[in-house]
């Protein structure tokens, strides 16, 4: 009994409080350098760049004179930097809903027990990994005039519409919207198969015991708890959308005369080939509060549906 009770004296319990409260206040310190590092490398330093947009930089003086909402304005009154604007929101719009479409379709074919599903999974999913630029210049080909596409056409009688896919204003910026879809489909089917994995099966066998038919089961139970998934991918295939660049310039160049320019393109153009750093940053500016304003609303909407469901 001694021995438990000079175990628990008070003195010890004050030390074994002071020790637990530091003892979880301690890995915070740890935290604290790689917390700095991140702030000034990427926050600080993206803010101290926005400076810029206000400014008639040129990339190579050491002087920039301020000129306030000049840029923007200018960016506004631009048929090319307003266009590259309504091109990105199409291009965008359209590829997350198509992407997540059927991303969706396909998580729900291949989630069945099909022997090979392994092998059908793989082949969706392989072209994410490949290099955006070298997807782009084997797609440059297919839609040339003489490529692939064309010869198909031609032999199955449809030779009236042949075209050069890129070089045709009308079609220039749906040839890339083709490509990005292509590519990260696989992307969207994998998040969906992830959720549907989630699902347990009782609940849909015991809805089809029940009666229920199979698009029922579909709104009321899949579709609800696939809620997560919704939101993570329609949230990644958002930022890629409005950020894309590599197939824009690989396939078209942002031509033909600006048919295809996305706001991406325009930085590079403004920054790098006409030497208009400030310009270009206002753009760039522009495309990042864009970004986050869409993601970020998305984010809202979505979790806020699936609080709800």
Known sequence: MSTVSESTTPATRRAGRRSRRYGHGAPWLWVIPALAVVLALRYVATAAGAWYAFTDWDGISTHADFVGLD?????FRDPASRGALEHTLELAFAFVVVSNLIGLALALALNRAVKTRGLLRALFFAPVVMSSLAVSY??????SYAGPLNSGLDKVGLDSIKRGWTGDPTWALWTIFVVLVWQFVGLSMVMYL???????????????????????????????????AITVSVTLSTIYGLGVFDQVFAL????????????????????FAFGRFGYGTAISLILTVLITALALAQLAVLRARESRL
Do not use: H
């Open 194 to 228: 992830a959720g549907l994995q989630g699902i347990p099966e009782e609940l849909d066998e015991a809805s089809a015991v029940d009666g229920a038919s199979p698009w029922r089961r579909f709104r009321k139970i899949t579709l609800p708890l696939l809620a997560p």
């Open 138 to 143: 084997i797609w440059q080909f297919i839609f």
């Open 71 to 75: 840029n923007f304005r200018e960016i």
């Open 252 to 271: 078209t160049g942002g031509g033909p005369v600006d048919a295809s320019e996305t706001l991406a393109t325009q930085i590079y153009k403004q920054t």
